[in-house]
Nanobody, 113 residues
Framework: QVNVVQSGGGLVQAGGSLRLSCTASASITFYTMGWYRQAPGKQRELVASITRGDTNYGDSVKGRFTISRDNGKNTVYLQMNSLKPEDTAVYYC?????????WGQGTQVTVSS
């Protein structure tokens, strides 16, 4: 069992920035790490993912969000810039993929207009 603990998030005005962090209780070196979000009434969607060498972003966040990882700290980050009201959602960290991976507790991000 791997515990995944998220931090960061909160309330920000449109155009602002936030950084989310996600720390696992075990090594993430060989894990694909991802950030997902779920807005009220909508399905959970991929925000960004990072493998050992590649990154992937949802179309709505490309150019604004950056995912990075520090394997030495078992931590993955999501830097969110130029935030928009439509980015408002609960953000979840995932370690190891959505099929059999591990999920963080969720973090609310609210962007006011």
């Amino acid at each position: 069992q791997v515990n995944v603990v998220q931090s960061g998030g909160g309330l920000v005005q449109a155009g602002g920035s936030l950084r989310l962090s996600c720390t696992a209780s075990a090594s993430i070196t060989f894990y694909t790490m991802g950030w997902y979000r779920q807005a009220p009434g909508k399905q959970r969607e991929l925000v960004a993912s990072i493998t050992r060498g590649d990154t992937n972003y949802g179309d709505s966040v490309k150019g604004r969000f950056t995912i990075s990882r520090d394997n030495g700290k078992n931590t993955v980050y999501l830097q969110m810039n130029s935030l928009k009201p439509e980015d408002t959602a609960v953000y979840y960290c995932n370690a190891g993929g959505t099929a059999i991976g591990y999920w963080g507790q969720g973090t609310q991000v609210t962007v006011s207009s």
